[in-house]
């Protein structure tokens, strides 16, 4: 089932208004002439009198795609995996992928082992772009890109991230975040994988950003993170190597946008050496949190007109 990104997700606008200070009338409404009341489970009472809002339309049957026997939405959702010379891993990634995930976006950073010719046996309809870069952050940006769906999720392709993940993900988005990131110490999440070096520079890193900027993120440099696509912009990915998990976190709460934290369990490579560099890359990352405190404030990004927070189109 193919479905735009771009579809919309019809909505009726609320016609009560919330009552005023105590002591005041209740607000008039602004129903168009002709158009009829019918009850909602959003009814409020103020002074006794219900205030009755209109049913919110939802999207025809066929869009939703079932997650689980209890849940389904109608958003698409693309994944992307940016990799490099990971044959040997992909098999066990893509095993973990949601089979209700509508488009794998594999980029690849001119591999010279068989990734592309893995992935395309696995999934022969993954889509394949090929990175005129260097670093994941490239990597991620030709990626984002080249989606077509309305959420994207961002995984690793060395088998550390866990697909079957990916539903918590979803489901925070379609229930009112706008981003949403894995946290490796949050309740049910850890790591096989973080060295005593990479754990206190991780630390160190996300008490500055919180202090910086007023947020309360518990784990900062983890490449588990989801999002709506309308949302590219806001995040401006402009760099090229590991550091773009901390700019995509930095810049998200810049721009104002809701940023929600799941667990996540990291597990170790499969198969291969990783090419961070635990002194390096954290230096970059540092690099990154200066550079963007001393832009210019970002603009909060406006709300949709379309749909409230907690309604993105799940069943």
Sequence with gaps: ????????????????????????????????????????????????????????????????????????????????????????????????????????????????DDTVAVAKRLRPNVRIVTQTGKGKGNALSAGFAAC???????????????????????????????FVKGSRYASGGGSDDLTFNRRFGNKVLTGLVNRIYGTRYTDLCYGYNAFWARHLDALDLDCDGFEVETLMNIRAARAGLRVHEVPSYERSRIHGESNLHVVRDGVRVLKTIIREWRRRPAQPMPEPASAPAADRGVA
């Design 1 to 112: 089932m193919h479905r735009s990104r771009n579809s919309p997700f019809p909505l009726i606008t609320p016609i009560a208004r919330p009552p005023g200070p105590v002591g005041q009338s209740a607000p008039t409404t602004d129903r168009p002439e002709g158009q009829p009341l019918t009850m909602s489970p959003e009814i409020t009472r103020y002074n006794g009198k219900p205030q009755v809002t209109p049913l919110r339309s939802v999207p025809p049957v066929e869009r939703f795609t079932p997650l689980t026997s209890h849940v389904a939405i109608s958003p698409t959702v693309s994944v992307v995996v940016p990799a490099m010379n990971e044959a040997e891993n992909l098999p066990h990634v893509f095993a973990t992928l949601p089979h209700w995930i509508d488009e794998i976006v594999l980029v690849d950073g001119n591999s010279v």
């Design 148 to 178: 077509t769906s309305d959420i994207i999720v961002m995984i690793d392709a060395d088998g550390s991230t866990d697909g079957r993940e990916i539903i918590h993900f979803v489901g925070s988005l379609v229930t009112g975040a706008d």
